[in-house]
């Protein structure tokens, strides 16, 4: 089986080229997760052109320099962390870097156990000193030892108690309260962290925030707690506004998005409804979207899914013209590489 | 690479013990009931049904830290079977068992111990050697095709040549016999979280049960989260299917697994009759959870041996259709790859096993009689004449 590259060529200029304030949508559904598709965006981003990534990628690289913001609300940071190392990302070291920045959505978003008072201590005497430092961490450095520098806020003013109790989480995000009042708690919590890795190094000139599933969010919560699909665009659009460019992620499998509509026979549930104006309005702001699903002709041994990309309403019209639209199959192998080809081809 | 190739590589020489050591995974030769995965590595717990292991994507178990979701249709409760063994493979492996909004009784109730399952298996094959036609020996040593899961990766490291390292391992996977009650020292281990009425979320006191639980026990135990009938509203209060409730919990629940991946594993009940799956708040649920599968059992298993699918008349009818939505790990990763998925399968619960197996239609047998018919030249039979 000859190995693939990490980025297939069919992929890359999808995932490479991301305009200035776009938004970038991936969609998946419960048998064909956007996981790999985040990593590609991740590998694109963040991969360095030198062949030995362990050798600075700072000095090879010119030009326009990376950065990611990871917000994940489904996996934790060892899953992605597995991950990306089977594609030569190694995000640990990537993070003491401050190239990259994983926000922990999942751990405790909702509850949060008290046995992780213990790790408090640590990371208070950790962050104070270290945020004037402009630190580069020397080559050598094993990633996922000791506190990370990448973490350290700039300002004191944000309760970010626990923040390096981990190494390479840069956040927890936390739900408390209802409504407004905690997204705007969990928006400003990721801006901090966006700034922090904006203010870090001065060439940088583009970070990519991506964020997983922020569609749990609005089912977790709905508008019995005061949060529906308007709160969270807004949401949305205000994380937006502090990145170079976007990618999302959400589900839309086919219950969330068509019992909503009228012609479902029955009446539609909160959860289906506000997902629904979720999705379909971030479809028609974002520029492009990616639509993840299962073949619709049953499962097959080669071939995982298909990929359509289309242009999303946000789209320009006086972009590139070579951007086209394409709906591709693909398959992912078992050590993790991703083959990505048009139907009848392999 | 193909699936099977690979297996035939790694089964005969390959003892267990020595893949741990290969895959760098410490912990997991010392621990009774923790095998690494075959396919990464990764450790992984038996789900106490061994059909049920070999379907999950090639790791042989369910990986630790992972949740599996069984729905099931109807009003049967096969899925209840599963569980069972699920708890009671937990009790003979001396892990620590949280089971969610039941009585005690539901522990009193688990299948009892009739041995491993390859020892099963064995006496199953001695007892089929005479009346089946003789196959060469190369071929047999491959396991039995239709019998089980095709990826069943232990069938051909049971005969011949076996260092004794192999033979004294303790048993990943135990046979239960249902009609029987489970006694062992340790099902005492079992802990029952019952449902109390609260004032916010009725699964806040669940989970910081099982928190404190998971996070004062010693690091070498390995717990069992155990949850039948989930949002089954004669144990739970209603307020308990909202969205906020329970798709909190799942999120929660995944959180807690994943903080402790290597000691916790969970399966959960669920009936697809009281919430169907093309409601948003099941797709939900089974986004939050690792593996899916659902049940579909037949509407009148009793009386259709003759229809329902099975090759000979030795064999049992299965009972139902099993579909695998999610599989753990595999789908994580973008899915696709594994043979199991998209096969039809058909189970079978019988009193000592619950056997999974690819689903396939027998010739009509209605065909018979219209064959007759043609060969007699369109004569009328007498049976037809005669009223």
């Known amino acids: 089986m000859p190995s693939q590259p990490p980025l297939p060529p069919l992929l890359a200029p999808y995932v490479t080229l991301l305009p200035e304030s776009s938004l970038t949508l991936a969609s998946s559904i419960l048998g064909a997760t956007s996981n790999w598709l985040v990593l590609r965006f991740l590998h694109a981003a963040l991969s360095s052109p030198s062949l030995n990534p362990a050798f600075g990628a700072d000095e090879t690289q010119t030009g326009i320099k990376k950065k990611v913001v990871l917000v994940s609300f489904l996996r934790s940071f ?63 450095v094993m990633p996922g030892r000791g506190p990370p520098p990448a973490a350290a806020p700039p300002r004191g003013n944000i309760s970010v108690t626990r923040a390096q109790a981990e190494p390479g989480i840069a956040k927890k995000l936390h739900f408390t309260g209802r409504g407004l009042a905690a997204l705007d708690l969990i928006e400003k919590n990721i801006i901090a962290v966006i700034e922090q890795q904006k203010s870090s190094v001065e060439e940088i000139d583009e970070l990519v925030l991506i964020l997983d599933q922020p569609d749990l969010l609005l089912a977790a919560t709905g508008p019995t ?61 974002a520029r492009s979207v990616m639509q993840l699903r299962t073949l619709e002709t049953g499962a097959a041994k080669d071939v995982s899914g298909v990929l359509r990309i289309s242009r999303g309403g946000g789209w320009s019209a006086g972009e590139e013209e070579s951007w086209e639209e394409k709906e591709v199959l693909y398959f992912i192998q078992r050590d993790g590489g991703v083959s990505v080809f048009g139907r009848g081809e392999s | 690479m193909s699936f099977r190739k690979r297996n035939i590589g790694l089964s005969p020489g390959v003892d267990r013990t020595a893949v741990p050591n290969a895959a760098t995974q410490p912990a997991a030769p010392e621990t009774p009931g923790i095998r690494p995965s075959p396919d990464d590595g990764r450790p992984t717990t038996s789900t106490g049904t061994r059909s049920l292991d070999n379907l999950l994507a090639g790791h042989a178990g369910l990986p630790m830290g ?133 004032k916010e979320s009725p699964f806040l006191p669940i989970l910081k049960r099982l928190q404190t639980a998971i996070s004062s026990s010693p690091a070498s135990i390995i717990h069992r989260i155990v949850i039948p009938s989930l949002l089954n509203p004669t144990m739970y209060p209603p307020d308990a299917c909202q969205p906020e409730h329970v798709l909190q919990f799942f999120h929660a629940l995944k959180a807690l697994m994943s903080a402790n991946t290597t000691r916790v594993t969970a399966m959960i009940t669920f009936s697809l009759s009281l919430y169907p799956r093309s409601s948003g708040l099941v797709r939900w649920i089974e986004l939050l959870s690792d593996g899916v599968i659902e049940l579909c059992p037949f509407p009148h298993s009793a009386d259709a041996t003759a229809t329902s699918g099975a090759a000979t008349s030795q064999e049992e009818p299965p009972q139902g259709m099993l579909k695998t939505h999610r599989l753990p790990v595999l789908h994580e990763r973008g899915g696709g790859s594994d043979q199991n998925v998209g096969q039809d399968w058909a189970f079978i619960l019988s009193r000592r096993r619950f056997e999974i197996k690819p689903f396939s239609l027998p010739p009509a047998e209605g065909d018979t009689e219209a064959q007759d018919a043609s060969a007699a030249g369109g004569m009328p039979k007498k049976s037809d004449l005669e009223f």
């Open chain 1, 78 to 140: 060892d899953f992605w962390k597995t991950e990306a190392k089977r594609l030569g990302l190694d995000l640990g070291r990537l993070a003491e870097k401050q190239q990259f920045a994983f926000i922990d959505g999942l751990s405790e978003l909702f509850y949060a156990p008290d046995a992780s008072t213990p790790n408090t201590s640590p990371a208070g005497l950790g962050s104070s000193p270290r945020t004037t430092l402009p630190l580069r961490s020397p080559p050598g």
């Open chain 1, 225 to 285: 707690m005061g949060i529906g699909a308007t709160e969270i665009a807004e949401w949305v659009t205000g994380l937006q506004q502090h990145a170079h460019a976007t990618v999302l992620t959400l589900a839309t499998d086919a219950p969330l998005i068509h019992n909503a509509s009228v012609s479902a026979g029955q009446p539609a549930t909160p959860i289906e409804t506000e997902h629904a104006t979720f999705a379909i309005g971030l479809a028609h702001r």
């Open chain 2, 66 to 198: 992972k949740l599996l979701l069984v729905e099931e249709n109807g009003t049967t409760d096969f899925a209840g079977a599963l569980l069972r063994y699920y708890a009671a493979e937990g009790v003979i492996q001396e892990q620590k068992i949280h089971v969610v909004g039941v009585p005690e009784q539901w522990g009193r109730s688990l299948p009892g111990l009739i041995g491993s399952a390859e020892s099963l298996d064995e006496k199953r094959s001695d007892r089929r050697k005479d009346d089946r036609m003789k196959i060469a020996w190369r071929y047999e040593r491959l396991g039995e095709f239709g019998a089980g899961v095709a990826g069943s990766r232990d069938a051909p490291a049971t005969p011949g040549a076996q260092d004794p390292a192999t033979k004294e391992a303790p048993a990943f996977c135990h046979a239960f016999d249902l009609t029987k009650r489970l006694t062992h020292p340790s099902i005492t281990n079992m802990t029952f979280i019952p449902i109390t009425p609260s």
